[in-house]
């Protein structure tokens, strides 16, 4: 059985940075490509960055040039997260890019002054 432990959300004002960590459990994802997603209240999830098994990367437009997805060779994928914009709050998910995997819980970042 899969498991996604998504974590290192908080609330933060504009401006500022946060680290989100994914765990992935019962599986070695190195094959498989990974991304973060995440779900605004009242809106769809979508996908907002993802990392190749190879390393490469790519990033939706409002996230490209702050976010950094990154990942390691122990199931742990990355999201460093700069210049945080009130729009960026949502709760955030990773997943491989097929979505693979049953969900996790996910782990909220609020963007607030």
């Known amino acids: 059985q899969v498991e996604l432990v998504e974590s290192g959300g908080g609330l933060v004002q504009p401006g500022e940075s946060l680290r989100l960590s994914c765990e992935v459990r019962?599986?070695?994802?190195?094959?498989?490509?990974m991304a973060w997603y995440r779900q605004a209240p009242g809106k769809q999830r979508d996908e907002i960055a993802r990392?190749?098994?190879?390393?490469?990367t790519n990033y939706e437009d409002s996230v490209k040039g702050r976010f950094i997805i990154s990942r390691d060779t122990n199931n742990m994928v990355f999201l460093q997260m700069n210049g945080l914009k009130y729009e960026d709050t949502a709760t955030y998910y990773c997943?491989?890019?097929?979505?693979?995997?049953?969900w996790g819980h996910g782990t909220q970042v609020t963007v607030s002054s």
């Open positions: 019962g599986r070695d994802v190195r094959r498989y490509g």
């Open positions: 990392v190749s098994n190879s390393g490469f």
């Open positions: 997943n491989s890019e097929l979505v693979n995997f049953p």
